[in-house]
């Protein structure tokens, strides 16, 4: 079984510029949640995504915007680039929010901003 | 103050050492409590779940402390193959958001 897909593996965006991640879940997961981790730091909850609908938010500004899909695949949109965006951006899927369900994480999308 | 505190290290110890990280929790709320490593520049892979009363696997120990809502993970007859990062993690509540420590690295020597 495929385990959680992340793309694009690198990307490489200017300041001012938006970027769309993706991430395709487990098969049979329904929440997708978000995390950035900056270089030398653990991860932070960005969003967490359950049956199409929001469940969490992490203390991140409004540039950063995520949606799932019927699918339960999900985007990550970031708008007007800083240059702290820079991270690796990593999706996690589990079967459904409860406390009892792991994370289960992708390779993650290593986004540079210049 | 940091919901979850880890010394960074890093750990620099001979293959064969014992060596054991501690990791606390400010949120006396959390519920679930896990061991994460991450390897360089891969994403973090859960290593174990941490129970109240204690739990092994292998060559891994970890112990949690309610009372003092400190988690710790001892590490036996450290390999080569142990150097990693390791994240200590907090969820709490009724969903699965995680609240990760820094991460301790640790290098094994030949």
């Known amino acids: 079984d495929a385990g959680v897909t992340q793309s694009p593996t690198h990307l490489i965006k200017t300041r001012g510029q938006h970027v769309t991640l993706r991430c395709s879940p487990i098969s049979g997961h329904k929440s997708v949640s978000w995390y950035q981790q900056v270089l030398g730091q653990g991860p932070q909850f960005i969003f967490q995504y359950y049956e199409k609908e929001e469940r969490g938010r992490g203390n991140f500004p409004d540039r950063f915007s995520a949606r799932q899909f019927p699918n339960y695949s999900s985007e990550l949109n970031v708008n007007a680039l800083l240059l702290g965006d820079s991270a690796l951006y990593l999706c996690?899927?589990?079967?459904?929010?409860?406390?009892?369900?792991?994370?289960?994480f992708g390779a993650g999308s290593r986004l540079t901003v210049l | 103050r940091k919901e979850v505190e880890q010394d960074p290290g890093p750990f620099n110890v001979p293959e064969g050492a014992t060596v054991a990280f501690n990791c606390t929790y400010s949120n006396s709320a959390s519920q679930s409590f896990f061991w994460y490593r991450q390897d360089c520049r891969k994403e973090p892979k859960l290593l174990m779940s941490v129970y109240s009363s204690g739990n092994e696997d292998g060559r891994f120990t970890a112990q949690l402390n309610r009372a003092s809502q400190y988690i710790s993970l001892l590490i036996r007859d450290s390999k080569l193959s142990d150097s990693a990062t390791y994240l200590c993690?907090?969820?709490?509540?009724?969903?699965?958001?995680?609240?990760f420590g820094t991460g301790t690295l640790l290098a094994v020597q030949p």
């Open positions: 993690v907090v969820s709490g509540g009724a969903t699965n958001k995680l609240i």
């Open positions: 996690a899927s589990s079967r459904t929010v409860s406390g009892a369900n792991v994370l289960t």
